[in-house]
C-alpha cells in the first residue's frame, strides 16, 4: 500500500472516529475538521495501545475501545476550554450564566 493511500485511509478513519465521539456528547462543539481528524487519530492510537496490552498482542474490541479514547478525548479538550459535557466552552457558559440559566 502506496504511503500516500495509508495517510488518505488513517485521516478518513480519524475523522469518522473524531465524528462519532462529537455526536456521543451532547451540545455544540467548536472544534475544526483538522481537529477532529486529529483527536480521532489519537483516540484510535490510545484504543489500540490499551487492547494491545491488556489482550497480550491480539487484536478484540479495538473498535469500541478507540471509540471510547476519542470520547475521552473530546471530553478532555473541552474541559481544557473550559466546558463542561453539557456546555462544550467557557464562552457559552458566561452567556447562560448572565441570562439565569444554570
Known sequence: ???????????????IFGALARL??????????????LIGI???FLGGLIVYAVSGGRSAGGF??????????VYLVRRGRGGSVLSPDAASRERRERRGYR
Open 1 to 15: 500500500m502506496s504511503l500516500i493511500v495509508y495517510l488518505i485511509v488513517l485521516a478518513i478513519q480519524g475523522l
Open 24 to 37: 456521543a456528547l451532547p451540545g455544540k462543539d467548536p472544534m475544526s475538521i483538522p481537529m477532529t481528524i
Open 42 to 44: 489519537g483516540g484510535s
Open 64 to 73: 469500541f475501545a478507540a471509540f471510547l479514547c476519542t470520547v475521552g478525548l
